[in-house]
């Protein structure tokens, strides 16, 4: 290495790095088609948001391993890495509330007596102030270069923020496995077809992670000179795969595709409803007739 100490523990891979940002690229392609494009669905934006933010954290981790005295690149790649899960959270989140109101019936709304419209803003909510925990923790480590009082306060904000994810996803798995127990008693007419496909993308997105995200609790316990900040294999098993599924899975699953451009939120009509509206419908169209005939 040319010049100054590494900050790194380890030598990092400059070609699994790319590699990484690579494969990230692709379901940030996808996803960015779908929502964008083909179904317009500007409710799951943030988990294309989360995806291009991993595109753009590898991307400056390869820069990293290519200077590995500059602080600056290495702060901003594991800021970027760390929080880029939040933004995907915030998908499962989003979409639990909306499979709530739209599978289940009225008297359903309410799961461990919150309203469904209110789960999806509290775990939100939640999703805040971990993103806030953990992008203040990585920054205050890192402007220490992960030494001496700076590091230990920033990585005790960081355990923090993470803690807090990690049982924000323990009381939404309850809330979505209450879900699942409530459609097997019942489930109301005209619920979306298939949205068991997106309750099991759901399963699928918020386990993996929640793997990533008590790994990410043990990598910081252990501490600076612990195990997984010393050895990159733990870095991309734990951290770099469990999310590449996590998002791709809504490639495959997307949620528009199942629950509509806005995510479950449409508000059907009866057929009472209907009929009502072609009466007026029929009105206005004889209102207008006897108006051109005058």
């Given amino acids: 290495m040319a010049g100054g100490e590494s900050i790194w523990l380890y030598s990092p891979s400059f070609p699994l790095s790319i590699v990484v940002a690579i494969l990230y690229l692709v379901p940030t392609l996808v996803l960015a088609w779908q929502i964008i494009v083909k179904y317009r669905s500007w409710f799951f934006l943030c988990v294309l948001i989360g995806s291009a933010v991993e595109v753009v954290g590898y991307a400056v981790r390869a820069v990293s391993t290519k200077k590995q005295s500059d602080i600056p690149s290495y702060a901003v790649s594991s800021t970027l890495i760390i929080i880029a899960p939040v933004f995907v959270a915030a998908g499962n989140y989003l979409l639990i509330g909306r499979l709530i109101r739209a599978v289940l ?9 919150i309203p469904a419209r209110f789960i999806t803003k509290a775990f ?22 992960w030494e001496g009082d700076q590091a230990a306060t920033g990585t005790n904000v960081l355990i923090g923020g993470l803690s807090l994810q990690v049982a924000t996803f323990a009381w939404f798995l309850s809330i979505v496995t209450r879900f699942w127990w409530f459609t097997r008693r019942e489930v109301k007419d005209g619920a979306p077809v298939g949205w068991a496909r997106v309750l099991q993308a759901i399963w699928v997105s918020s386990l993996l992670i929640l793997v990533r995200s008590i790994y990410r609790v043990i990598e910081f316990a252990l501490g600076i000179n612990g195990y997984p900040f010393t050895h990159e294999w ?11 599924p996590a998002i791709s899975v809504f490639c495959i699953v997307h949620p528009a595709k199942y629950l509509g451009s806005r995510g479950g939120l449409d508000k059907p009509i009866s057929q009472e409803e209907g009929l009502i509206e072609l009466d007026d419908g029929e009105r206005r169209r004889r209102s207008r007739r006897n108006h051109r005939n005058k």
Avoid: C, K, W
């Fill in 105 to 113: 019936p009225p008297t359903r709304h309410r799961i461990f007596f």
């Fill in 124 to 145: 939100v909510l939640f999703d805040i102030l971990t993103f806030l925990i953990q992008a203040s923790g990585s920054a205050i480590a890192s402007s220490g270069n």
């Fill in 234 to 244: 733990t870095f991309y098993v734990f951290e770099a795969l469990p999310m590449l």
